[in-house]
């Protein structure tokens, strides 16, 4: 079974300082791809990055980086010098090759506060 | 290009009546999903359609759910009756055919907040 595990249900920043939102999942597939999305307030939740399990590299996008760490079943977020605008809730995801179609399993979403 | 449209947005209804939400997917995606996501929760898979077909219904509440997606392209999702649980938001989501050029991104509406009272 796979699991996606969100341990940090808020977190409440100044803008401009950096935030990592922690995600750790559990698959007992060798190959899987693991996703973030954002749903900002009252609104759908939107793609940001997709990675699979054979690509350990870390990637930066802009103010986003994201740091896969296989030995500990870890993908995590950061957002660097924080703004207004990343206030929403970040949820991360898991797809492992035993899926049939292109289900995600969630993890139940951190919600990050970013306060001027 | 348009992106996934559901509606009704908000609806609040009395337990025991019924209701239902409707889904356009972004056209030319052969995979519709219905997403249930609960307060503070993340979403959890309740269907999904390949074309016109339901290919995995295990977590849909089969005694008062029910779904369709006619003709392979707008989607129905149905509760009758609903009960004070049901509170929540109903995601749709779409993507292209798995195992084409997809990235696995899914595509999704903004959700059809229910309240049962």
């Known amino acids: 079974a796979q699991k996606v595990t969100q341990a940090q249900t808020e977190i409440s920043v100044v803008e401009k300082e950096d935030v990592t939102l922690d995600c750790v999942y559990e698959t007992r597939d060798t190959t899987y791809y693991l996703f973030w999305y954002k749903q900002p307030p009252r609104g759908e939740l939107v793609f940001l990055i997709r990675r699979n399990s054979f690509d350990e590299q870390n990637e930066i996008s802009g103010r986003y980086s994201w740091n896969f760490q296989k030995s500990t079943s870890s993908f995590n977020f950061t957002i660097t010098a924080s703004q207004v605008v990343d206030s929403a809730v970040y949820f991360c995801?898991?797809?492992?090759?035993?899926?049939?179609?292109?289900?995600?399993?969630f993890g139940g979403g951190t919600r990050l506060m970013v306060k001027p | 290009e348009a992106g996934v449209v559901q509606s009704p947005r908000y609806k609040i209804i009395e337990k025991k009546q019924p209701v239902a939400f409707w889904c356009n997917p972004i056209s030319g995606h052969n995979t519709l999903y219905w997403y249930l996501q609960n307060l503070g929760q993340g979403p959890e898979l309740l269907i999904r359609y390949e074309n016109e077909e339901a290919v995995d219904d295990s977590q849909l509440p089969k005694d008062r759910f029910s779904a369709e997606r006619l003709k392979g392209v707008d989607s129905t999702l149905k509760i009758q009756p609903a009960e004070l649980g049901d509170s929540a938001v109903y995601l749709c989501?779409?993507?292209?055919?798995?195992?084409?050029?997809?990235?696995?991104?899914?595509?999704f509406g903004e959700g059809s907040r229910l309240t049962v009272l």
């Open positions: 995801a898991l797809r492992d090759n035993n899926n049939a179609g292109n289900m995600l399993t």
């Open positions: 989501a779409s993507s292209p055919k798995y195992g084409t050029k997809n990235t696995g991104e899914l595509f």
